[in-house]
DNA sequence: GTCGCAAGAAACATCGGACGTCTTGCCGCT
DNA sequence: AGCGGCAAGACGTCCGATGTTTCTTGCGAC
C-alpha cells in the first residue's frame, strides 16, 4: 500500500462518509497531505489520479473540489479504456454497445419529447443533404451519427445508461468503424437505418425502436466482418 | 493542458501506435521525463494516473510495465465509480446490470462447460447447508453470491461483458443491496431463483437463462422498492 | 457613496535534488 | 557448479523554491 494509495483511498473514504460533498472544496494541499500523513508530491500524485478519474477537479489559484460525480463525468474514463482496446477486442466492445443502445432506443421511445424527436429530425435532414452532394463532408456525417445516438441515449432516463452508450461510442470508435466502411456506399443504408429509428421513435413504439436500432448495429458489424480492419490485434499479441 | 496531461496523451500514444506493447516496460523515469519534457515529478504523476486506471504497473526497484490491457484490469475503475454513486442513482445503475447480466445469461446458456455447470452446482449446494443451518454466515452467502454471477459472465465468450458485469456487482453494491434485504428471509427467495438459472444454463436454453437471470434481478429491486436504504441520496444532495 | 484598478495573499503547477528502499544480477567464494 | 553477498539500477518519498493563476482587499478617483 503506497502513499498514494493512502491518499486515493483517504479521499474516497472522506467523499463516502460524506465528509467531502459534490462540489466541496478540498483542504489546501499543505494540510491534507499533513492529515492524510504523506508529502505533499505523494498528496499531488494521489489528487491527480482522482482528477483523471473525473473525481476530483483542481483549479490552479483557486482549489481543488470534487465534482459533481455526474456519471456522464465518471465514466469518461471508460472512453478512454475502449480506445485501447485492440482491434481483435473490436467485436466484443460493439455487441455490448449493441445490447445497451437498443434498450436505449427501447426506453428512449416511450419518454423522447417532441423537442428531441424534432432535433433529431434536423440533424438526418442535414445528412440527407450532406449525401445528395459531392464530395460529401465526411468529417460532418461522423458528427451527425455521433449526436443522432446521442439524443436517443440522453432520453432513457438512466443517466447511466447514456453514460455508458456514450463512453462506448466514443469518436474514436466510430472513426475505426466508418475507417473501413467509406468505401461501400455504406452511409446511405446507415441513413436509411437512421430514418427507420426515427420513424419508431416517434410512434412511441418500444420494440420497434429496439429491433430497428440493433437491427441498425449488426449492419455496422456485418459490414466490419465483410472488410476487417487491417491491423487486426496489434496490441494483444506476444511481445517478440 | 498541463503536463500530467502531455504525460497520459505521451503514453497513451505510444501505446496506441505500437512503441509500447502489452507487458513491456517503459523508459526510465528521467529518460522518460526528458524525452517528454517535464520533470520526474510531472511525470510521476501521470504514471500513477495510469497506473490506477490498470493501464501501467510499477514495481519498486524494477521498473514500470505496461499492463496486459486486459478488459477485466482495464474495467477495474469503473467499480470504483459505481461504488462512489449515491443511493438515488442506484436503481439506474441496477436497471443496466439486470440487462448485462440477463444478456450474459442468454449467451451463457449456449457455451458454458459442464465443469463449470459443476462448479455452479458445488456452490449452490453450500449454500443450501447454509441456508438450514443458524446463525447463517452471511458473508459467506455473499461470496457465493458474487462467485455465481462470476461464473455465468466468464462463460459468455465476451469479455467486455464479463468485466462490466463485475464492475456493476462489485462487492460493495452486492453489500448495498444485502444490507437492506437480509432481513426478510430473502436470501431464501434468492436462493431459488439461484437454482432457476443454474437449470436453464444446464439444458442449455438462452431465452429461459436470460428471464430467469432478469426475474431474478428484478427481485432485488422490488425487494429495495419495498426496504428502501436509510440514507437515500447522499452524496447529490445541495451543499449546505 | 460607488466604481475601478492595482497590490497583495492564497493556492495550485512545476521543478530539481537528495535520500530511502527494493529488485536484480553479477561476481567471487566455496 | 552452486551459493551467498554486494553493488548498481530503478522506483518511492520527501523537501524547498519558484512560477502562474485566481481571488480578495484596500485605496483613490469620480
Given at each position: 500500500m503506497s502513499r498514494t494509495d493512502d491518499v486515493v483511498n483517504g479521499v474516497k473514504r472522506m467523499i463516502l462518509e460524506g465528509e467531502l460533498r459534490p462540489g466541496e472544496r478540498l483542504p489546501i494541499e499543505k494540510d491534507l497531505a499533513e492529515t492524510l500523513g504523506v508529502s505533499r508530491g505523494s498528496l499531488r500524485e494521489g489528487v491527480r489520479a482522482l482528477t483523471i478519474l473525473g473525481i476530483l477537479d483542481t483549479r490552479q489559484g483557486d482549489g481543488t473540489y470534487v465534482t459533481s460525480l455526474d456519471l456522464s463525468r465518471l465514466l469518461a474514463p471508460m472512453g478512454f479504456v475502449v480506445d485501447l482496446q485492440g482491434d481483435g477486442q473490436f467485436q466484443h466492445v460493439h455487441a455490448i454497445r449493441r445490447m445497451l443502445e437498443g434498450e436505449s432506443a427501447r426506453l428512449a421511445a416511450s419518454r423522447i419529447t417532441d423537442e428531441a424527436l424534432g432535433e433529431a429530425k434536423t440533424l438526418l435532414d442535414e445528412a440527407e443533404r450532406i449525401l445528395d452532394k459531392?464530395?460529401?463532408e465526411h468529417e460532418r456525417i461522423i458528427e451527425i451519427d455521433i449526436a443522432f445516438h446521442r439524443i436517443i441515449a440522453a432520453h432513457t432516463g438512466n443517466p447511466v445508461l447514456a453514460g455508458m452508450v456514450e463512453a462506448l461510442a466514443s469518436r474514436t470508435v466510430r472513426e475505426r468503424l466508418w475507417r473501413s466502411l467509406?468505401?461501400?456506399?455504406v452511409d446511405r443504408r446507415t441513413h436509411g437505418e437512421h430514418i427507420a429509428i426515427l420513424r419508431a421513435l416517434r410512434a412511441h413504439d418500444p420494440e420497434s425502436a429496439r429491433i430497428r436500432m440493433t437491427n441498425h448495429l449488426l449492419g455496422v458489424e456485418d459490414s466490419l466482418l465483410d472488410h476487417p480492419l487491417e491491423s487486426d490485434k496489434p496490441l494483444t499479441g506476444p511481445i517478440d
Amino acid at each position: 500500500m503506497s502513499r498514494t494509495d493512502d491518499v486515493v483511498n483517504g479521499v474516497k473514504r472522506m467523499i463516502l462518509e460524506g465528509e467531502l460533498r459534490p462540489g466541496e472544496r478540498l483542504p489546501i494541499e499543505k494540510d491534507l497531505a499533513e492529515t492524510l500523513g504523506v508529502s505533499r508530491g505523494s498528496l499531488r500524485e494521489g489528487v491527480r489520479a482522482l482528477t483523471i478519474l473525473g473525481i476530483l477537479d483542481t483549479r490552479q489559484g483557486d482549489g481543488t473540489y470534487v465534482t459533481s460525480l455526474d456519471l456522464s463525468r465518471l465514466l469518461a474514463p471508460m472512453g478512454f479504456v475502449v480506445d485501447l482496446q485492440g482491434d481483435g477486442q473490436f467485436q466484443h466492445v460493439h455487441a455490448i454497445r449493441r445490447m445497451l443502445e437498443g434498450e436505449s432506443a427501447r426506453l428512449a421511445a416511450s419518454r423522447i419529447t417532441d423537442e428531441a424527436l424534432g432535433e433529431a429530425k434536423t440533424l438526418l435532414d442535414e445528412a440527407e443533404r450532406i449525401l445528395d452532394k459531392t464530395p460529401q463532408e465526411h468529417e460532418r456525417i461522423i458528427e451527425i451519427d455521433i449526436a443522432f445516438h446521442r439524443i436517443i441515449a440522453a432520453h432513457t432516463g438512466n443517466p447511466v445508461l447514456a453514460g455508458m452508450v456514450e463512453a462506448l461510442a466514443s469518436r474514436t470508435v466510430r472513426e475505426r468503424l466508418w475507417r473501413s466502411l467509406r468505401e461501400d456506399g455504406v452511409d446511405r443504408r446507415t441513413h436509411g437505418e437512421h430514418i427507420a429509428i426515427l420513424r419508431a421513435l416517434r410512434a412511441h413504439d418500444p420494440e420497434s425502436a429496439r429491433i430497428r436500432m440493433t437491427n441498425h448495429l449488426l449492419g455496422v458489424e456485418d459490414s466490419l466482418l465483410d472488410h476487417p480492419l487491417e491491423s487486426d490485434k496489434p496490441l494483444t499479441g506476444p511481445i517478440d
